[in-house]
């Protein structure tokens, strides 16, 4: 076994504790990052707004991420995997 499979057999358990946390209190987590949010971008005066909204952004989709781990995304759709590569754009109908 090498060290990166030797790593990642070590981190299962934590990533599944992450994910149940995550789970149960992902509301109060999401209400958190727009505080926090909110505070960055009024002490910076408003100067990093929309990276302060990009950030919280991806934050807050990692959380959804880690909430919907069970293979069932947001509102019971199966968390398949794309059949495109990420980062490709949607073909155009």
Do not use: C, N, W
């Not at 990533?15 to 990052?33: E, F, M, P």
């Amino acid at each position: 076994m090498g060290l990166f499979e030797s790593v990642k057999a070590r981190l299962v358990p934590a990533r599944d504790k992450v994910s149940g946390l995550a789970q149960q209190h992902g509301d109060r987590i999401q209400h958190g990052i727009d505080r926090a949010a909110k505070v960055v971008d009024e002490r910076t005066r408003g100067k990093y707004s929309d990276r302060i909204q990009s950030g919280s952004g991806k934050a807050k989709g990692a959380v959804e991420r880690l909430a919907h781990k069970d293979g069932t995304g947001p509102g019971g759709t199966t968390g398949a995997p794309p059949s495109t590569p990420p980062g490709t754009p949607p073909p155009a109908s």
